[in-house]
Structures are given as C-alpha cells and as structure tokens.
C-alpha cells in the first residue's frame, strides 16, 4: 500500500466515512500505479514546466482600488456577526 | 427556422436587420428552456427576468445606437456554472456551493456584455469540472440530446446538450483536459479550448490553473471564432493573459481552404488500442476529405503522448488540492451544523459539501504534493510535461496542425464507466495538448453507423495559433459539409 487514504485525508482535511475509506483505498492505489508510469522517463536536465505557457512576472500599478463592500463580501457568509465571520472558537479556555 | 435553432451570426443579423429583436429571442431560448429542459437537463437555473432585462437593454442600446458597433447585441450566451455571473448562482454544480451568490462579474462575463452578450442561464456541469460525463454534478442530470440514454460528456455537458439540442444560441465551456472538446465531440458542437494564457480565468472557480481555460462551445466554427473575439484578451486580473493584441478571429475565416495545409497525423493518437470503431472509420474518413481538398499529409511523432494522462492525473489533483482549499466553511459556502471546533469545522464541512470525485482528486493532489512525495510525483510530472510540450513544438515545427480523434469513443450510456480510471481515459486525446498550453478544437465530423450518435474530430495548433486553428477548423466544416 503505497497512499494510506485516511491518513491523506486527514492532512487534507477531509473527514471520511468507513465505507468511503474502503471505497477509496483500492481506486487511488490504482490510479497511484498508474501514475507512476511517469518514473520510467529520463528527466536528467529537464526544467520543470510550471505553466501552461512561459511567463514573465505579471505587474500592475501599485494603486489603491475599489474592493468588494463589506456587506456583499460577507453576503455568503454561513454565519457572521456584525462585520465578521462568525467562527467556532480557535483557542481552548478562550471566550467564543 | 424556429429562433432557438440560431446560432451567433444568424442571430446577430436577424437582430440587425431588425427581423426580432433581442427580447423575442431570449424569450425564444427561454421557452425552449420550459419545453426541453425537464427532459435534457442541460440548465441548472435560469434566471428569466434577468436575461430579459439585458435583452430589452440590448434592444433599446440597438435603437438608438448609430454605430454598427451595437447592431448585433443582444445574443443570449448559456453560461457554465462555475463562472461568476453578479447576481447569479455560480454552484460548480457542487453542493458544498449551494445558495452561493456572486459578487461579482468574471471577466468572460465582461467581455461578453461589452460585446453585446447577455449571460442567460447556468448550465450543468462535473463538480469543479471534474469528469468526463457530468454524472459527477450534485445537482442534476443531463442527458445526450442525440440519445438521452446517453451522457452529454464532461465537464462541460450541459453546455454541450444546450449548444446540441438547441436550448441555446451558444454556450461558455471550460477546459482543463479536454472539457470543451469531448463534450462538443458527444454532442455534436464546436467546442474551442483557447491556447493557456489567451483568455482571462478571472471569476472562474479554479480546478487546475496550469491548465484551465474558458472558450466557446457553437453551433458552426464562424460562432467560435465571434465568441473567441469576444472573450479574448489580457486582463490585469489575470497575470497569465498577456499583452499580445486579439486577431481579428472572424476575418481570419474569409477564404478558409486546406490546400497546402500540413496536416501532422501522429501515430501516437492514431494506434491507439481502445479506439472505438466508428470513431477510427470517422477519423480516417475526416482524413481522407482534407486530403482530397488539397492538404498535404505529414507523419509526425509525439513520442512522449503515452505519458501524458500519468502526468495530468498528478498535476491536476495537485493543483485542484489546494484550489479547494478554499472550501472550508468559514466565508461562503456550506457550513457543518455538526462542527464542535475549527477544525471539525474544516473537515465535517468539505465532506458533506464535496461529492466523490472530488474527494478522490483532493486526496490524490495531497498525496503527490506531501513530504516526501512532491520531487517524485508533482516534480517529476513538470517536467515530463516539458518534454510533452517539446514534443508539440517539434511537431509544429513541420506541420500547420495536427488532426486526431476528439475522445476514444462516441456518447457512452449513464453508468458505463463506474472506475474512475477508465473515465479518465475520456481525455487521452485532448490531455496532451492541454499540458502543451496550445489551441484545440472538436468539429463534428460525422456520426455512428448504427447508433447515430454524433463524433467530433480535433484540430491542435501552436500556442496563440487560434487563427490559424479556426481557419483550418471552418475549412473542414464546409468540405465535410
């Protein structure tokens, strides 16, 4: 076994059921075989490809600009109070 | 002809020569949207009022405009529903994204209103345009106009099935790794997937961003290439776009011929096991009409073709892993009632809100991007695609473009492919030019023997060779034809 699924899932942050486990372990096991194909070519001296084209730092004018409003950035927000995204408390023994 | 059976050109010269107007058209699509939609799927939602209101905006810009500037507005464009359109539901077909409104318009969406589009629709698609079939979308089903016992192909399905079974004038797909082209193939479209860096993602969801591109899916090449013009361009949003001024695409099409045109046919594609019959007579038979209209055949190799899925199914979960990283509950999207903390709130949110492939790809993009893992899998990959992407500079070198089949095999039936790997075979044949960051198109090129489903044949070219793509893809439109 090459990919522990619940362990990646984890690192992922992805909470998995039993059955999805079991479910999930054999087909990335697979897939993971697959794609190890990529290991039989000789890369020595290749520079990676990081984009789908070559490119060059991308500027624009360091300029104060309009943003988002407040209230339509917080409009999806699941919870909020106020001003703020309302989240379960962070640190233990801290007020929420 | 009914209205909804236009495409781009014939509906912008009804409009100009004042045969309907903008409001009737719309109207038009959006009737056809509540006779067929129950039956095909391909929306999502539609939002009528809206797309009426641009409409009559569109049709009172036309009245008192005198420039000829204005005299085709008014086209309804369907949009896939992972680009943000203000105001609108932008789902990625993902439930973890229902009730979600956007802020804001993507920049396609932009380009298409400043050139007279009205965005009307939101149509189904692979969640996080991830698959081949759009049986992946959380939200509902679409089915191949031409066989609704068949998928429309994916991601991009309901765009294929709107374009295809005529509930739109013309749609937006996206294309990762062949997303635009295998549906268009499916449903007998055009589908074009722009060269990396030729049109904005800006207001696009992100699933791979060394790949993904917006482009059009149309009823005729001609339409391609008007909604290509439309969308194309840099946009300071969008750091890959570059500065590079826009062809005029739809002028490029006057006198389309293939004669003297280096049509490369590589044996990487062409013998390739698993190849549908009628897909392979289709391709051979698309072969010998740009031959007899005065092509010239190359043989050329893309000896690195066979790696090209391996190296795609890293890189893209890879990427795709930290794009959805997005998606943990706290400032749009679906919230766990079940999360005690912050970190059940991450991790009980993303699994009732991610439906399984994407929860497959988000394990895999975290497994090869890990400690460990990175320098053999996603290192390696980079640059195995650099040779992919050398392969097709060689061959480009020799030839104006290469011809192959769109997808291995026709629309197969709901279910038919339960593994995902075998789904990921889909791409085979539009992987390799996705890496490359070079222009593709599907063009119908013909349909089955027995089963009549429609079959699409695809044209490579270099990157920003969209010209030349477009040119060589209307040729082949009218000789088939």
């Given amino acids: 076994m090459k990919i522990d699924v619940g362990y990646v899932a984890e690192l992922a942050r992805l909470e998995l059921t039993e059955e999805e486990k079991a479910v999930f372990q054999p087909q990335l096991e697979n897939i993971v075989k697959y794609v190890e194909k990529i290991s039989e070519v000789d890369v020595t001296g290749v520079e990676p490809m990081m984009h789908g084209r070559t490119l060059v730092n991308a500027f624009r004018e360091d300029v104060v600009r309009e943003s988002l409003p407040t209230e339509v950035a917080l409009a999806n927000a699941p919870k909020r109070v106020g001003d703020e995204f309302l989240l379960p408390k962070i640190v233990e023994g801290a007020e929420s | ?481």
């Fill in chain 2, 1 to 481: 002809m009914e209205l909804f059976e236009l495409g781009i050109k014939q509906a912008q010269e009804g409009l100009a020569k004042g045969e309907f107007s903008s409001v009737e058209l719309t109207q038009a699509i959006i009737d056809r949207y509540h006779a067929k939609n129950g039956e095909i799927g391909a929306y999502l939602t539609f939002d009528e009022e809206d797309a009426l209101r641009l409409a009559k905006e569109a049709d009172e810009v036309r009245g008192s405009a005198a420039g000829e500037t204005h005299r085709g507005t008014g086209v309804p464009i369907a949009i896939k529903d992972l680009i943000n359109v203000k105001g609108q539901p932008c789902t990625c077909a993902s439930k973890i994204l229902k009730g979600y409104v956007s802020p804001y318009d993507a920049t396609v969406v932009k380009n298409l209103k400043a050139n007279g589009f009205i965005p009307a629709g939101r149509v189904n698609m692979d969640e996080f345009a991830m698959g081949s079939s759009t049986e992946n979308s959380a939200l509902g089903v679409t089915r191949n106009p031409y066989d609704l016992t068949r998928v429309p192909g994916g991601s991009s399905g309901g765009s294929a099935a709107a374009v295809g079974g005529n509930l739109c004038i013309a749609a937006l797909g996206t294309d990762t790794g062949g997303s635009i082209r295998q549906p268009a193939s499916f449903c007998n479209c055009v589908g074009v997937k722009p060269s990396y860096g030729r049109v904005s993602r800006y207001g696009v969801t992100a699933f791979a961003s060394s790949l993904d591109q917006v482009g059009p899916m149309t009823k005729s090449v001609e339409d391609a290439a008007i909604l290509l013009k439309a969308l194309a361009g840099h946009d300071e949003m969008d750091g890959t776009t570059p500065h590079d001024p826009v062809p005029d695409y739809v002028k490029a099409l006057e006198g389309a011929s293939l004669k003297g045109v280096k049509l490369g046919l590589a044996k990487e594609y062409l013998e390739t096991a698993g190849m549908d019959p009628e897909v392979r007579r289709i391709t051979d038979e698309a072969i010998k009409v740009c031959e007899a209209a005065g092509a010239e055949l190359v043989e050329v190799s893309l000896p690195h073709t066979e790696y090209a899925m391996a190296v795609y199914y890293v890189i893209a979960p890879a990427e795709a892993s930290a794009n959805l990283s997005r998606f943990d509950g706290v400032r749009y999207g679906h919230r766990s009632e079940l999360a005690k903390d912050v970190y059940s709130l991450y991790t009980k949110s993303r699994a009732e809100g991610f439906g399984p492939e994407v929860k497959r790809r988000i394990i895999m993009g975290t497994y090869v991007l890990s400690s460990g893992y990175y320098d053999a899998y996603y290192g390696k990959a980079q640059k195995v695609r650099t040779l992919i992407k050398r392969d097709f500079d060689q061959a480009f070198a020799k030839v104006d473009a290469l011809l192959t089949p769109c997808a291995p095999t026709p629309a197969f039936k709901f279910g038919a492919n339960q593994d995902p790997l075998t789904m990921y075979l889909n791409d085979l044949y539009t992987i390799p030019s996705a890496l490359a960051g070079v222009c593709a198109s599907s063009v119908p090129a013909g349909f089955t023997k027995d089963t009549n489903l429609p079959v699409g044949v695809q044209f490579i070219c270099g990157g920003f060779k969209e010209e030349k793509l477009l040119k060589i893809s209307k040729a082949f439109e009218e000789v088939r034809a």
